[in-house]
């Protein structure tokens, strides 16, 4: 199959797995209860060159490890690919150094990784959810800011870089844009928002 074709795999895959794990597709995920639901091993380490991996065991209950030191916000999409890789059955060992890539634009990666990223994504970030989120924020699809992007993410539980990618993917931003957004680092936005006195608190705390 073609990048594309991956892709399309694992966006149902991931529509599978919100039907069978009870997953509101237009509220933010809970990927670590999906992850108890599939009934994998999960274990948290702090670890320093891999963000996460999916060890098989055959017909038995496979395991997961997730790096503790991430921020959350990346925890939960390792999960997420992780939990990729428990869906979709795969049958070889995972050492993710590298979460959060485009799947389209990623060349050199395996097909089960590019599934396992697009799943996580997809799984994280459904496009009924992005647009419920984008609608209680009043923000415009047409007219994205990067602060605009950075509070989406919190909103959602996912991080700035894994939001633009998503919003990407879904056709919701075009690839100049989304490369204008990958460009500046989430804490200058962050900073922005911290020194802007007219956007108030109580914006920021909806979005957590």
Excluded: W
Excluded at 16 to 41: C, E, M, S, T, W
Excluded at 59 to 87: C, M, W, Y
Excluded at 111 to 136: H, Q, S, T, W, Y
């Amino acid at each position: 199959m073609d990048r594309q074709q991956l892709i399309v795999l694992a966006m149902g895959a991931a529509r599978r797995a919100h039907h069978k794990f009870a997953v509101n597709p237009v509220a933010r995920v809970d990927v670590f209860g999906a992850l108890r639901q599939a009934g994998a091993y999960v274990f948290f380490r702090p670890l320093k060159s891999i963000y996460g991996a999916y060890l098989p065991t055959g017909d038995k209950v496979p395991a997961l490890l997730i790096n503790s030191n991430l921020p959350l916000s990346t925890q939960r999409f390792t999960a997420a690919h992780e939990l990729g890789h428990v869906f979709l059955k795969h049958k070889t060992l995972s050492l993710d150094t590298e979460i959060g890539f485009v799947p389209e634009e990623r060349k050199g990666v395996d097909d089960d990784e590019i599934v396992a990223e697009a799943f996580g994504a997809f799984f994280l970030m459904p496009k009924p959810l992005v647009m419920n989120m984008i609608r209680e924020l009043d923000l415009h699809v047409e007219q994205l800011r990067p602060r605009d992007v950075y509070l989406l993410g919190l909103r959602m539980g996912t991080s700035y870089q894994a939001t633009v990618n998503q919003l990407q993917t879904l056709k919701l931003v075009k690839y100049a844009v989304a490369e204008k957004l990958r460009d500046l680092p989430p804490k200058e936005i962050k900073q922005e928002l911290n020194d802007d006195e007219t956007l108030g608190l109580e914006l920021v705390y909806r979005c957590l």
